[in-house]
């Protein structure tokens, strides 16, 4: 049902939330949600400024009393995902998003909500409106495109900020404190084609869909299949057995997530269509029982098409493309020796594009040593090395190391038990967060990250619990307090 934001509580902080919901600020696209938090800023007389890629800092003193205490940022980032389902119209770049409270949950009608982050910077907008709270002095950090590339965190100068404790406001299980991340960093393959003339014969394609996919980090150790992987199984399993022709493979959509589909265009004579069908089924059959749990709606086709108009790769090209992307790791390298549970080091085959002369092949790894991530991308280009393609490895980000004996993370836990009476749960993440590159930025940065439950961030299922919210709002006031 319906429901009006101003009947939720905390009030102040639903009063900014139902503001950003009217305000465009898609990844890249922040400058108007930048605009509101600076005219804010100007109206509460409290000094802000924006660097040159559209970060804002705002600072407020010390409630009376509290202004000897050491400098508390409390951080967000101004992006979101903008995702609708196909039947909602909706123009993300002036339509306000439209939400509906059903039970203790608050999600949008058909698009995504942006409580990630958007709860967080309503959350730091009502701390800088509080006239009645205890805190010491403030310093608030918006960033920009942090969804896309952490492009905001990643830019940010060393003199932009004065603190050295952050309150990061963007994780989305209330009652558990983030206390790291991994880094990450693509590898890019490029490896070189060459073709044959035209072969006669039927065009078809074979297609592998129907998988779970999912972040490549949060998700890489549940199992699920990729389906590039599955793929070129399939081809190197039939490519000794039947006749036919490889024109292109591709797969996988985004870097950061696990393909769930792949295709590769073939010529082959029409006599073995029924002969290439059959043996593709059987052995994808044994494929899927191997992921009978975590891909049960996996499946495959062959049919003809019509619109393909690049020749067959040589015999020598295909195999090599083939061998190369049965090579490459995915998955899980290593668990935490210390943490229970937690990824340490995995890859993720993400992509693979073919073109004219050249096969391009995107693999995103990830891990929360530094020398581990070394590693695993050194594996990577000795394996591109071995094909005979070139390896490109842009610079990636770093992780955030987890700080047990963090002094912000023990106060932190005595607050949360002293106001609910329960010991908060603690854990790192297998993805990237903005503390990491923070962390590397400002040395000696004390850091914990907190927020409401969340559930379905990035998709138009989206929502946010609202008790957790009253929860997570009375958690931060009495945390600034005992800061203080």
Request: charged letters at 25%; aromatic letters at 6%.
């Amino acid at each position: 049902m319906k429901e009006s934001l101003d009947n939720l509580e905390p009030k102040r902080l639903w009063k900014y939330f139902k503001e950003i919901l009217k305000i465009p600020r898609c990844s890249g696209q922040e400058k108007a949600i930048g605009d509101y938090i600076i005219r804010q800023a100007q109206e509460l007389s409290l000094k802000a400024r924006r660097d040159e890629v559209g970060n804002v800092v705002v600072q407020k003193p010390a409630s009376a009393g509290k202004e000897a205490a050491a400098i508390t940022i409390l951080q967000a980032h101004l992006d979101m995902v903008c995702e609708k389902n196909s039947d909602i119209i909706h123009d993300f770049s002036k339509d306000p998003i439209k939400t509906q409270v059903e039970g203790e949950w608050l999600k949008a009608m058909g698009t995504t909500l942006g409580a990630d982050n958007g709860i967080g910077v309503a959350a730091a907008l009502a701390l800088m409106e509080s006239d009645n709270l205890v805190h010491g002095p403030l310093e608030f950090l918006f960033t920009v495109d942090e969804e896309t590339g952490l492009t905001g965190a990643n830019h940010l100068r060393s003199d932009f900020l004065q603190g050295r404790q952050l309150l990061n406001l963007d994780s989305e299980e209330e009652g558990t404190f983030t206390i790291g991340c991994s880094g990450g960093a693509d590898s890019e393959i490029f490896y070189p084609v060459q073709r044959t003339e035209g072969q006669p014969g039927l065009l078809v394609e074979v297609k592998v869909f129907g998988l779970r996919g999912g972040h490549s980090g949060l998700d890489i150790h549940l199992g699920r299949a990729n389906a590039i992987k599955i793929l070129a199984r399939l081809l190197d399993s039939a490519r000794d057995r039947l006749p036919f022709m490889i024109i292109q493979i591709d797969g996988g959509n985004k870097r950061n997530a696990i393909a769930r589909e792949a295709k590769a265009n073939l010529v082959c004579d029409a006599a073995h269509f029924s002969d290439l069908n059959s043996f593709f089924e059987k052995e994808f059959g044994l494929i899927k029982k191997e992921f009978r749990a975590t891909e049960p709606e996996a499946k495959i086709s062959l049919q003809q098409v019509s619109d393909v108009k690049e020749e067959p790769l040589m015999p020598k090209s295909a195999r090599g493309l083939i061998n190369l992307l049965l090579g490459l790791p995915h998955g899980v390298l290593s668990m935490h020796r210390e943490i229970p549970d937690l990824v340490e080091t995995s890859t993720n085959l993400a992509l693979v594009r073919t073109e004219r002369d050249r096969a391009q092949i995107i693999c995103s790894s990830r891990s929360s040593v530094a020398s581990a991530l070394a590693a695993t991308r050194s594996m990577i280009r000795a394996v591109a090395d071995l094909a005979g393609a070139e390896c490109r490895q842009p610079e990636g980000y770093p992780g955030w190391e987890p700080n047990l004996a963090s002094p912000l993370l023990h106060l932190a836990k005595g607050v949360y038990q002293r106001v609910f009476n329960r010991e908060p749960l603690f854990k790192a993440v297998h993805a990237g967060l903005e503390c990491g590159i923070i962390g590397e930025k400002f040395p000696g940065m004390d850091m914990i990250s907190f927020g409401p439950t969340i559930h379905n961030p990035h998709s138009p299922e989206e929502k946010i619990n609202l008790p957790s919210v009253e929860r997570f709002w009375e958690f931060l006031v009495a945390l600034l307090a005992e800061l203080a």
